[in-house]
């Protein structure tokens, strides 16, 4: 079993739709949770730490649920510019330490 | 401010043939990380530095990956006899920050080897 399960999509969905992704982790002890995008050939890039209280950035809501270990990622109002791969990411997991450890990622493809 | 750089971006090398991967992390970055990506996969962990130490090197599939940062700064990957089964995207992470988990690792372009 993965460390961090996703649902690879891809999930297509009309311009100003609302979509979540969903994301489980095994290991109790991982201590902080990120959403990283990563755009086509392109390097991940942060998109929004994920906090117990849950937190917004804009158009975008993360939620951690550390009793399920469950973390979730909202998208209002999506655009053609959210297609992308988004990868739920954990950290201090199994081994502990700094290294992230990624998810397979969940493609988006947002059509007009 | 300049991020992070990775040299070449792209390689193709002949099954055996020895590779060596450059990173250039972003300056006074304390950690630097690698990572290999696979295909429709997500990157998974290889080595970790602390400046110039390697406090975690767990994630190397086998003796023939080896990677170093003599100085604290510029990290070299090296893969030894390589296997078509290494071709993947290499990417490389730094950070500021060394003891917590929570600081912003910022990666680079990433090395795509492939290997015939």
């Known amino acids: 079993r993965k460390e961090v399960e996703q649902d690879p999509g891809p999930f297509n969905v009309p311009e100003g739709a609302t979509v979540a992704f969903n994301c489980t982790y095994s290991?109790?002890?991982?201590?902080?949770f990120f959403w990283y995008r990563q755009d086509c050939r392109k390097e991940p890039k942060l998109l929004m730490s994920v906090y117990s209280s849950g937190n917004e950035d804009g158009r975008f809501t993360a939620q951690l649920n550390r009793a399920s270990q469950y973390i979730s990622l909202l998208i209002r109002d999506s655009k053609l510019s959210d297609s992308a791969t988004y990868l739920c990411v954990v950290n201090g997991g199994a081994g502990g330490g700094n290294k992230l450890t990624f998810g397979t990622g969940t493609q988006l493809k947002v059509e007009l | 401010g300049a991020g992070v750089s990775q040299s070449p971006r792209y390689k193709v090398a002949k099954r055996g043939q020895d590779v060596a991967l450059r990173c250039d992390p972003i300056s006074g970055h304390v950690s630097l990380f690698w990572y290999q990506q696979a295909l429709g996969q997500g990157p998974e962990f290889l080595t970790y530095?602390?400046?110039?130490?390697?406090?975690?090197k767990s994630g190397l599939p086998s003796d023939r990956f080896f990677a170093e940062r003599p100085e604290g700064s510029v990290s070299t990957l090296k893969i030894q006899r390589t296997q078509q089964e290494d071709s993947a995207v290499y990417l490389c992470a730094s950070s500021y920050f060394s003891a917590s988990t929570n600081n912003e690792q910022f990666f680079g372009p990433g090395t795509r080897l492939t290997v015939l």
């Open positions: 290991n109790s002890a991982s201590q902080s």
């Open positions: 530095f602390q400046n110039e130490a390697q406090l975690d």
